[in-house]
Each structure stands twice: as structure tokens, then as C-alpha cells.
């Protein structure tokens, strides 16, 4: 899936012969579908500040994805995750050739697949391993799919290094593999405690009493996971294909845990910990 050129950011065509890259730089404005909110409207104040021309849509405001296509040489789909795939069938066919179509999703195998049916121009998959809550880029994780990479070979990864960001190239098959841990088996074992407390039925109010800095930090994020954005959360584990053999994984550890505690076999439990992280 990994495609990109062995001559990064030379052009091709009589008309960009002469371009270089810091004039390529220069003359392209931003489209974010999707820029309105989150993560989207985070990456477009990040490039306004980087001294690009960036516009928006969102679902009813915001430019025309016609006007978008034709104004913006770079444009990054920005949205839910379940809107993901229509949004790109609208835009993909739109994009002009020579042109970048990106995406922010946190899921890589279905949108930079979908990006490279639905268009001809270059594709970029991209996904900021940080939410929109970071004060900025430096010292976050990119991972970076090129996937129909030519003249735009480098942008933004560039940037966004130069501004102290741990860019990094993936194919969107490994990404997601990937994704099934960091996010799926993290989010699901935070998802499945945040459930699991509220079935107890106690008291939040009365346990925050009794609560170590250890649980307060748990809870923290059990309660940004399960009140921010449910639907984000819901979508990055049911869209991830990998995701059943992470489920059936966790379930067995629950297992061999359930099972030493009704032998109340502290000595086999502290075992099983330990000889797993030797
Ligand atoms: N949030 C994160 O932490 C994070 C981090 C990395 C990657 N991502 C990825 O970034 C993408 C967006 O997530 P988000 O959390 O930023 O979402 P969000 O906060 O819900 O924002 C979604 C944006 O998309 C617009 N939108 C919603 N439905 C749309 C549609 N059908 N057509 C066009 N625009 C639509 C919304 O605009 P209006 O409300 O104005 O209509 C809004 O600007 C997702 O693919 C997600 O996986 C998110």
C-alpha cells in the first residue's frame, strides 16, 4: 500500500518544471471538511498559525465542497468516523489531479483505501495520535500513510517534525493492527470499567471519599472516554477488523484471573502477573 516516489517533491508536468518546493509551499490554501469541531478546527488553527490560507466546512456551514475542490490544493476529511466514507465518495471524484487528499481518521484501512478508489489525485492517510485538548504538536506521535504520493511527498510531515512532532510512515493495515491495542483493547478495558462501576450502583459522589490519587486518574478517564464523545469511541472499536481477537484475548485473561480467585490462590494469581511481564 506504501507508494511514494524516489524523487520527493519534484514535480512533474511543463507547467510545475520550474516550481520548488518552497514556492509549491507557498501557493496552496487548506479545505477541512470537517474543521468546524474537534480535531479538524485543532489542524486548522495549527495552519493558519503556520501562515496558511484554511477553510471549513462542517455539515451546514462552512465553504461548498465544489468551491473547496477548486480553491484548495490540500484538502483533509476531518469527520466522524461513520460519516467518514460518504464524505470521501462526495469529495474524492471533486479533487483536481496534482491535488492532496488527506484524512484525520483514527481508523486507516477503509478511508485511505476509500481516498485512493474515489479519486485520482495524490492521498496522504494521517492520523494525530492526540485530541484537540493538547496545548500543541510538539512531542505528539503522527502516524503518516502515504499511499499515492508524489509532489506532496513530505508535506506536512516537514511541518509538522519541524514543529516537534514524532512523524512516522505506517501502512494503514499496520496502523490499525496497531490501533487495536493503543485504542481498542485501552478504551475497551476503560469502557468495560466505567460499565462495570456503574452496575456496582455505588455512589459516585460517597466513593470519591475513599478514592486514591491512583483511582482518581482511572476515573478521570473513564469519565472523559464515556461522556467526551461515546460515538468516536464506539467507532474506533467496532471499525477496527482486528479488534475480535483483542476481545477474545481479554476475555481469557479475565478468565485465568476469575478462575485463581475463586481458588482464592493468591500465590498462582501473583504468578501469572509476574511471569507475564518477565
Ligand atoms: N477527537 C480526537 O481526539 C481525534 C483524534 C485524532 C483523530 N480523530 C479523527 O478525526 C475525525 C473527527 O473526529 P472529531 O473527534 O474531531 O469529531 P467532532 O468533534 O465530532 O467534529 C466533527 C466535525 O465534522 C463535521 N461533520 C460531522 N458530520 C459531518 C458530515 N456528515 N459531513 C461533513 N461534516 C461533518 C462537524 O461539523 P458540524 O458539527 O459543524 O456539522 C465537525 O466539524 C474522526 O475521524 C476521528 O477518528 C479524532
Redo the contacts with the bound molecule.
Keep these: 500500500m506504501l507508494r511514494k516516489s524516489s524523487r520527493p517533491f519534484q514535480t512533474h508536468g511543463r507547467e510545475h518544471k520550474t516550481r520548488t518546493k518552497r514556492e509549491l509551499m507557498e501557493a496552496f490554501e487548506i479545505g477541512i ?9 485543532w489542524f486548522a488553527d495549527f495552519f493558519r498559525g503556520e501562515g496558511y490560507t484554511v477553510h ?7 465553504m461548498r465542497l465544489d468551491e473547496m475542490t477548486r480553491t484548495c490544493r490540500v484538502v483533509i476529511v ?4 461513520n ?2 466514507a ?2 470521501i465518495e462526495q469529495v474524492g471524484p471533486k479533487m483536481k489531479e496534482g491535488s492532496l487528499l488527506m ?5 486507516k484501512e477503509g478511508p485511505v483505501r476509500d481516498m485512493l478508489r474515489c479519486s485520482s489525485s495524490e492521498v496522504m492517510g494521517c ?6 485538548d493538547v496545548p500543541s504538536i510538539k512531542g505528539r506521535n503522527i502516524a503518516m500513510c502515504p499511499a499515492r504520493i508524489d509532489k506532496w511527498y513530505g508535506w506536512p510531515d516537514d511541518l509538522f517534525r519541524k514543529r516537534g512532532a514524532n512523524v512516522f510512515e505506517v501502512t494503514p493495515e499496520k496502523h490499525d493492527r496497531m490501533m487495536s491495542i493503543i485504542q481498542g483493547l485501552n478504551h475497551l478495558d476503560t469502557i468495560t470499567m466505567g460499565l462495570a462501576l456503574k452496575e456496582t450502583g455505588v455512589d459516585l459522589a460517597e466513593l470519591k471519599n475513599f478514592t486514591t490519587p491512583f483511582f482518581d486518574t482511572k476515573l478521570a478517564i473513564i469519565e472523559k472516554t464515556c461522556t467526551n ?1 461515546p460515538r ?1 469511541y464506539a ?2 472499536i467496532t471499525g477496527n477488523r482486528d479488534i475480535l481477537k483483542i476481545i477474545a484475548t481479554y476475555e481469557q485473561s479475565l478468565s485465568r484471573i476469575k478462575y485463581l480467585v475463586e481458588k482464592n490462590d493468591a500465590e498462582a494469581l501473583a504468578e501469572l502477573i509476574s511471569s507475564s511481564f518477565e
Design positions: 471538511i470537517g474543521g468546524t469541531g474537534g480535531i479538524g478546527r471549513v466546512s462542517g455539515r451546514t456551514v462552512g476531518s469527520v466522524p468516523i460519516a467518514t460518504a464524505v484524512d484525520f481518521t483514527s481508523l492520523h494525530p495520535l492526540f485530541g484537540p464523545n468516536l467507532d474506533i
